[in-house]
């Protein structure tokens, strides 16, 4: 609608004229600076107007200077941390302690404090990158496909005890994983788990909430008439699953696994008492192991290698979201509108 | 995204598979032949690590791994899970000597006396042995020690006038007036318990005792003379705004604090020179090492702070036990393993080192990247900090919960440095009614 009655409006000037009178070289530039100025202007009456009567147009919102400038706090607030990371990440161990925290050192240093990350105590931290990805790729990747495989089913068939399922799974949202910890470490060393990448694996599978999430999803994406469709095409529940289902899940499955994956590699308390070999570590209890050097007898300060792993660390959950940042979006306003 | 059942079942194998893969090659290399022996080591120090190679040189049938399972107290939280889940728990560990009370008396460590450890008495100093003898027993072997001494910024004393270095406390109490005329502050202490249990020793105090059964503990914080003495020293100090209260140590402003000559000394272990290296680079050639202040003129008490040790963790696998001994004897005894780790900066437990040429005649730190850095003017620092072990009062005695109990110190005391709002004394008043109440509820009869 909105955009239809820009195009009536700024249309007018041109047909009145005035835009005739220009040389056809010129034409276009002019024409194009006229039509911009002329929605301008039009876009700022309709603001008035809305400001009025009380009805605004949403692709054209009135401005607000208090909003904007709350808004423009949080973005800074939001960011503050990042560009702390930025900047300093830059500065050599000496022009970390001696120079201001938000201002650049002495020189730039942000390469060879790569470099020694990925070489100091031979190379270590790619080993926790590794790690964190191994944990990422089957701990959240399994926990994804089992909460696909959970949430879709409770959705789409009838069976005995899914109230009690339903129960259980928003009872679970509610124990955070931390309170759990504790009991699961007993657990794994009585099995003789503890210190294996299995202790940190198995509790990432589960995902109550990513369960839930898929559950409302399937039920909402999925019709049930496309599904008896498949059944009456002779179709098997798996075939029907992968083949029919699976694509119309999409943007479901991409909503859950980013809550799965950053969840799995921001995982600190898990690890922390499950692992203690560092060989097995992923990237935040290794950083953590760096950042406590410098506080013990006769330990090398490195607090410029941590700022640097931690900027390194965060750089692939930012690429995820930038990638995933569409499919996510339209997952989240699926069902929102009847179509 | 088409799936066909085959893609599934692919997936779903390589799901599988991975840390299948990922675990075979960490048990092939714990079992790998019957006649190697491998021991696990749980240490933080970055020093101990680097002793493996010479050890399994001369050992070729055991083998060693060496983990960093956290920091002091993140690795004795780590070690207490494993021990109460009775599985995972290393075959070596480090322990600083504030934390080895605790251990002993909850029988979780080798007794060392057996194995040889008991003639080593006259091997180690006074200080660190006394920490390592518990009950009558040789419980771990020390790897290294920390005398208290005064590190000064010479920079900022002589800027401030203070050109003779304090040697009592009354003079330490002047120096700092001068220093903080010219808006530096003299130290800094945000309620820090391992600082208070160093300063209260060194002032003769032992407010802590617990009976040989393991079954009675002493807390005498309140009526404690030396308590008392250093107590209202330092409230006077914290009163006249002399010390530093807000800049909690090991921050990253701390370390700026030391880096600019905002603070401009401390009164810390002597394992500190390497840790001033890299904290605080701009003070290489400012800062110098002096003994400790005194309470009397001419006096040579001194108190330890930090410094750890090993132990060998309670099993009934002998030759598991026995092959622990051995690497803990090379680390913590012999001169080659000893020469390792000093040479990569840590400080002595051991009186021969501290007696040797080498040690004593060095006057520059090796930074890292191998440069020698004269970060103390030239001075030989070792003769000072070597002089400082020699003179540690022996029988302080830590709780047989240290651990917790320095865990809340901040909570009780805490506010009497940061916001005021309660004297130290009364800090340490409640402190000891709260430690009284937990040693009761742990089953201990205190008195």
Known sequence: MSEMNREATTSMPMTNGRAATNTTARRSTTNRRARARQTAHDERLERRRAGKSGFSNPANPRRSMMLTLICGLFVAYCLFPFVYLLVNATKTQADFTSTFGLGFGHGFALWDNLQTVFTYQDGIFGRWLVNTLLYVVVGAGGATLLAIMGGYALAKFRFPGRNAVFVVVIGAISVPGIALAVPQFLLFAKLGLTNTPWAMIIPSLISPFGLYLMWIFSDQAVPTELLEAARVDGAGEFRTFWQVSLPLLAPGIVTTSLFTIVATWNNYFLPLIMLKDSSWYPLTIGLNQWKDQASTAGGQAIQNLVITGSLVTIIPLVIAFLLLQRYWQSGLAAGAVKE | MKFTKRAVALVGAVIMLAPL???????????????????????????????????????????????????????????????????????????????????????????????????????????????????????????????????????????????????????????????????????????????????????????????????????????????????????????????????????????????????????????????????????????????????????????????????????????????????????????????????????????????????????????????????????????????????????????????????????????????????LSQGIAAWQKNLTKYAESQGYTVK
């Open chain 2, 21 to 423: 893969v990922a675990c075979g090659s960490s048990s092939s290399s714990s079992d790998s032949g019957s006649a190697t022996t491998s021991i696990v080591v749980w240490s933080w120090d970055s020093t101990v690590p680097r002793t493996v190679a010479g050890f399994e040189k001369a050992n070729p049938n055991i083998k060693v791994k060496v983990t960093n399972a956290g920091t002091n107290k993140d690795e004795y939280t780590a070690l207490n899970n494993a021990m109460s889940a009775g599985k995972g728990a290393p075959d070596i560990a480090q322990i600083e000597y504030y934390a080895l009370p605790e251990y002993v008396i909850r029988d979780n460590l080798q007794n060392l006396s057996s194995l040889g450890a008991s003639s080593y008495k006259s091997f180690y100093t006074p200080g660190t042995w006394s920490s390592v003898n518990i009950n009558g027993g040789v419980y771990a072997l020390p790897i290294d020690s920390g005398p208290m001494a005064l590190f000064y910024n010479k920079e900022v004393f002589d800027k401030a006038g203070v050109t003779q270095v304090p040697t009592t406390w009354d003079e330490f109490y002047e120096a700092a007036k001068k220093i903080r005329a010219t808006g530096s502050y003299i130290t800094s202490d945000t309620g820090d318990a391992g600082f208070f249990d160093s300063m209260t020793w060194q002032a003769g105090a032992t407010p802590f005792a617990t009976s040989k059964d393991g079954k009675t503990v002493t807390i005498g914080l309140t009526t404690d003379s030396g308590v008392k003495k250093w107590t209202a020293f330092w409230q006077k100090m914290i009163n006249e705004d002399l010390i530093d209260t807000k800049t909690p140590g090991w921050s990253d402003d701390w370390n700026k604090g030391l880096n600019d000559g905002s603070i401009a000394s401390l009164l810390t272990g002597a394992w500190m020179p390497y840790n001033l290296l890299s904290g605080a680079p701009d003070g290489s050639g400012k800062w110098r090492v002096a003994q400790m202040p005194t309470w009397e003129a001419g006096g040579t008490e001194n108190s330890e702070n930090g410094g750890s040790s090993l132990a060998i963790i309670k099993s009934s696998d002998d030759a598991k036990v026995k092959a622990a001994y051995k690497f803990l004897d090379y680390v913590a005894h012999s001169a080659t393993g000893i020469k390792t780790r000093v040479d990569a900066g840590a400080f002595p437990a051991d009186n021969d080192t501290l007696k040797s040429s080498d040690f004593l005649d060095a006057t520059s730190l090796t930074d890292s990247n191998g440069k020698a850095n004269e970060y103390f003017g030239g001075q030989e620092y070792n003769k000072v900090l070597a002089k400082a072990a020699t003179d540690v009062i022996t029988g302080y005695k830590f709780l047989p919960f240290e651990v917790y109990a320095r865990g809340i110190f901040a909570d009780d005391a805490g506010a009497a440095y940061t916001d005021k709002s309660i004297t």
